[in-house]
């Protein structure tokens, strides 16, 4: 018997917060349930980092001007990436990539400043700190879930009018824009499967033994 091992209801709900986490882009109306946001934050600060460096850092936007320019940068950038799509760019510019009016609680993640020093793990493979952050925001995500909000992360931005935005120091960088807030229904598959974008590939494609087979197919490029 593993001692270690959690009950067969916890297990099962680690596996099922998993199975049904979502990057969400449409929001309900209404506030976030109070102490929300320092749960998740605290969930966020529980994630794994190499040599405990703990790169993440959080910045609440609360100020609606501050808001309305993030999500004008985001549009802009979002049609200069379908400008340079080679197809389905028509077809892009229907996804809705963000929900950042409508969320209920904006957050940016970021790297901070002088991570220059912190050489453990990071000096064959420099960016740990950014998987580092990725799991804080993973966390975040699986807890969000959880307690049943919706969580939806945002790519689409220039990181230097970002960090000109929210006046951060130089070697500090915006990775991900995170909306918030409550949800009528998380999507029964992440959206671009559900559109039929694209779809998970099985685990033959991914999973490996003693090395890269000759034959592995390359994923499919779906812009």
Known sequence: MN???YSEDEI???YRVIRERRDMRHFAPGPLPAGLIERLIDAAH????VGLMQPWRF???TDSNLRGRIQTHVDDERRAT???L???NDEFLKVKVEGIRDCAALLVAALMHGREPHLFGR???PEMDLSSL???IQNMWLAARAEGVGLGWVSFFDPNVIAQFLNMPVGAKPVAILCLGPVASFYPRPMLEEIGWGKRLPVSEILFENGWPEDAKPTPTAY
């Open 82 to 84: 379908a400008a340079i």
């Open 86 to 88: 080679p197809s389905r």
């Open 134 to 136: 990725a799991c804080a």
């Open 123 to 125: 000096r064959t493979l």
């Open 12 to 14: 099962a709900a680690v």
């Open 3 to 5: 001692e270690h091992r």
């Open 46 to 49: 529980h994630a794994p980092s």
């Open 59 to 61: 910045i609440r936007i």
